[in-house]
């Protein structure tokens, strides 16, 4: 398979990015033990989870990237929870940015609509999904910039053949690139920042809720206290 030269540059700058989120928050441990027990629990999920809870929440997912190997996290490795566009799942954590808001949304709501129908759709359900947006700030000494790579272009926004993707994901990841600027799949025009080294990331600010829904039919609905970001879009557009 042939791949890009990656070449280095610097990257400074802002990207988005949008992740699960409960609102409002909840106690996860409220249903499996009494309220004066929970600090004994909370205590034990720190012990045993392989989770560095003092590192910045930024960098988890680089921290499941690493735990996979456990063996008694092997059902992890096996199903590849971590899959992505850029990783396999099987050997290190990508943290997935956007340059813009919109773009990040597209993104996520199209690993939404996956879920969604692997989950409940087929009971005819609308999934829904509660988000958070952060707005970061990065700073890397080796970025590569694969929106440049236009004879690649196709290859880098295939809709769900990910190995070219996965080759350069890997390769990035062997020789210490920083990060990447690649067009979106999911936005026309987008562009995505994949992160393959935590210390990329320099800082990460909640700016606001928002909640997808997702219908069966594909038409999905983004509503937030942002006027900005309350519409809806059909998922056959989002990929192209």
Not at 93 to 99: H, L, P, R
Not at 138 to 147: I, R
Not at 206 to 214: D, E, G, L, N, P
């Amino acid at each position: 398979m042939d791949l890009p030269e990656l070449k280095t540059a610097k990257y400074e700058g802002e990207v988005f990015r949008n992740i699960y989120t409960c609102a409002p928050s909840q106690d996860l441990l409220e249903d499996i033990c009494d309220f004066e027990d929970a600090p004994f629990l909370d205590a034990l999920i720190q012990l045993t989870s392989e989770i560095d809870h003092e590192a910045p929440q930024a960098y988890r997912p680089f921290q499941y990237g690493k735990i996979q190997d456990q063996e008694i996290l092997a059902v992890f490795k096996k199903e590849k929870w971590g899959y992505s566009r850029f990783s396999d799942g099987t050997d290190y954590g990508v943290w997935y940015s956007a340059e813009d808001e919109m773009t990040s949304i597209y993104e996520a709501s199209w690993w939404a609509y996956q879920l969604g129908k692997d989950n409940v759709h087929s009971k005819g359900e609308v999934y829904t999904t509660d988000r958070m947006m952060y707005q970061c700030s990065l700073k890397a000494e080796q970025m590569v910039d694969l929106s440049l790579e236009q004879n690649f272009y196709s290859s880098l926004t295939h809709p769900h053949d990910y190995r070219f993707c996965h080759a350069i994901g890997r390769q990035s990841h062997q020789q210490g690139v920083h990060l990447l600027r690649t067009p979106s799949a999911r936005k026309k025009n987008g562009i995505c920042v994949p992160v393959f080294q935590a210390h990329a990331i320099q800082s990460a600010e909640k700016i606001f809720y928002m909640r997808f829904h997702i219908n069966i039919d594909g038409m999905i609905a983004v509503s937030s206290s942002r006027k900005k970001f309350n519409f809806s879009f059909q998922h056959s557009i989002v990929t192209f």
